[in-house]
């Protein structure tokens, strides 16, 4: 009588069963995502893309009281304002992904102006506050006046509060020079409003690389960046940002450029082969 097969021979009923019952290895947990700065069109925007990607396990977007959220999988973080940022409390949960963002909440929507919303001079305490609570990997959509931002800066570290940022030691920091809009201010008499009509007609001067694109685009490239960005610290230009509006318009069935992860990846390519970037005065990342 031939022995019976033991659990060690190959392809054996006994460990086909083992191994159809062992559980499966455990599912790499997603991150968590915590937003400062969700108002606006543009924070909007980037709230829906980003939450609706399914790339985090949570979403907290900080707010001054606490509030419902009508979207799935994104709750309040209550912030600590108006006690200095450095006495915030830590969050009882680590996140690993951090969003700032500083436009202005929209006055007719009350939800936003619930939302905290940073000043720009905030942005190195809340750096290190959002290190504290453990994110690794930082975004900040920077704003500037359109055809105000020098060109030496648009691809650098603009100013000491960026330096401060990016020698805090985040893993990925990400910086978005945003164009935008010049504000109007409140309160001028008839002469000041005819003077800023008449200097209006500059903006026709500003070239079309360095004008503001739609949010909706600036929420897309932020997504696409998230995917494949490289550790260390990057800058995207106005040019670049410019490059991933038009995106959409240029791809499509056939076309070969990829869309806004053509553009993204042919970015972070000519930041690593800096003698490719045909662009004058460009810095790698």
């Known amino acids: 009588m031939s022995p019976l097969p033991t659990s060690s021979a190959s392809g054996s009923p006994l460990q086909a069963l083992q191994s159809a019952l062992r559980p499966p290895p455990p599912a790499q947990a997603k991150p968590r995502l915590l937003v400062a700065g969700a108002t606006g069109v543009l924070g909007n925007e980037v709230l829906r893309r980003l939450v609706g990607s399914g790339r985090y396990a949570h979403t907290e977007v900080l707010a001054t009281e606490a509030m419902a959220t009508g979207l799935s999988g994104v709750g309040i973080a209550l912030a600590g304002a108006p006690s200095p940022i450095a006495q915030w409390a830590l969050r009882p949960l680590p996140a690993h992904t951090g969003l700032v963002m500083f436009e202005p909440p929209r006055m007719y929507y009350g939800r936003e102006r619930t939302l905290w919303t940073p000043a720009p001079s905030e942005l ?14 930082l975004v900040v959509v920077v704003p500037h006046v359109t055809g105000r931002l020098p060109d030496a800066l648009k691809r650098g570290l603009a100013n000491l509060d960026e330096q401060a940022v990016a020698a805090l030691g985040f893993e990925r920091l990400l910086l978005v020079r945003s164009a935008r809009k010049a504000q109007d201010p409140a ?8 003077a800023a009509w008449m200097l209006s007609t500059l903006r026709f001067m500003i070239p079309q690389a360095e004008q503001p694109v739609r949010p909706a685009k600036l929420a897309e490239f932020v997504d696409a960046a998230l995917q494949v960005l490289p550790p260390g610290t990057h800058v995207a230009a106005p040019e670049l940002l410019w490059q991933a509006n038009q995106s959409g318009s240029r791809s499509g069935p056939g076309r070969a450029d990829g869309g806004m992860q053509g553009v993204v990846q042919a970015w972070l390519a000519a930041a690593r082969n800096p003698a490719q970037n045909s662009a004058p005065n460009a810095k790698p990342d």
Do not use: D, F, Y
């Open 187 to 194: 309160g001028r008499n008839a002469l000041e409003r005819v």
């Open 124 to 137: 190195p305490a809340l750096a290190q506050w959002l290190k504290r609570c453990g994110v690794q990997t």
